[in-house]
């Protein structure tokens, strides 16, 4: 049951020392019962409050982190069911499923001709999901061809020796064991403790999940991911939704406090096009790995848009850094291009100048992350601001004394260039798919 900050209060020191980043021990305790700051802040603490106190303000879903250097991710710790409510935190993975019997090379070839950069988050499958067909030496030979691919392995298999060869191959990355399920779940964690890999649990339905999750609980193993994947497509979305409404729940049952795994191949074998809607559908409500056929841009292109929708935090504006950004080989000769700091305006200009193949500086100065018309309206983007950091920033780096501005913003030219002695302002055209063209014009006039 979730304590209250009284009762956590009662067992601080209650010294109000303000180590903790807090004036006193009962502010400290009612942020620790929020679940605003972990009760380790403190330093006075002493072991008996703490171990009270650790398991009880724990979140009710765990945090486990698969995988290892590049290809290492986090799945689960959310605290709330709605976007709404608070930003999501751990964005799901997804999975492409190899069998042994499948030619895995080019599988994870076809899969991996998805990898592109969208406002700044790498956009491919993270994860591969090696199915077991009941031939263990086929299964480790598939899960060698994965091995060292820089993805994220989880090895789908229920035979506790395919496993252990399996993961004398490819322990060293981390993968998960999907294999645990109520007959075989104690020999399962000995080898996932052994090995020091996340363990990934299924059952029959709901209640033997919950069950056979609670006996490994039991054995003293918590690093679990829930196979909440059923019979039908109705059955695993059922499941997903009530396994992660019983652990955000306002008396949240912990043993379901894990992150899950959805297999859309097996309820939507062969099927692009309901797999995509599926996952869209797993991608909003609760799948922490989605596991598909393959990937493809049919799937990428829609399910990578909407997951960095979904978990980019709206309370925080997405912005880039301000400064200059050399493009195409520019130098401090080349044209000067100034826009806002909104990370998704930033991307979609320096993608077009970048196929321009034009040389240019695109600098960014501070606009509060907002995008070019709002900026100006809210005043974060005047001729004072541009001709600020073009004084302050750009003038003593680059000799180029053009610059462009962006056409929605026309109206500053005037003013700018009356700042900004020695400059010329050159206004572009108001879409940023426009300045390929325009670029290349001023080229070939050599006005730039
Ligand atoms: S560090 Fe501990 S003892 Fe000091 S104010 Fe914070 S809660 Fe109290």
Redesign the pocket.
Known sequence: MALKGLDIFKL??K??????G?P??MA?SMKVAQGAVDISK????SEEAMAALSEATAPPMKTIKVGTGDAEYTLGGETVLARHEKTFVSKPRFAVRVTPDMDVDAALAEANKVDYDRIGERMHAEMVYVECNGDAAAFVEAVKKVTGKGKTLVLACKDADAVKAALDVCKDEKPIVNGADASNYEKMVEIAKEAGVVLGVSGKDINELYDTTAAIEKLGYKELVLDTTGATIKETFATTVQVRRACLAKEPDRTFGYPSIVNLSKVAPDDEAMQIALASVFILKYGSIIVMDTMNYARGLALYGLRQNVYTDPQKPMKVEPGIYPLNGADENSVVLTTVDFALTYFVVSGELERSGVPCNLVISDAGGLSVLTAWAAGKLSSTSVAKFIKEEVEPKIKSRKLIIPGKVAVLKGDIEAKLEGWQVIVAPNEAVQLVKFLKDLQANGEI
């Open positions: 601080t020191p010294t109000n020392c303000k180590e903790c807090s006193t021990c400290f403190c330093p006075h603490m």
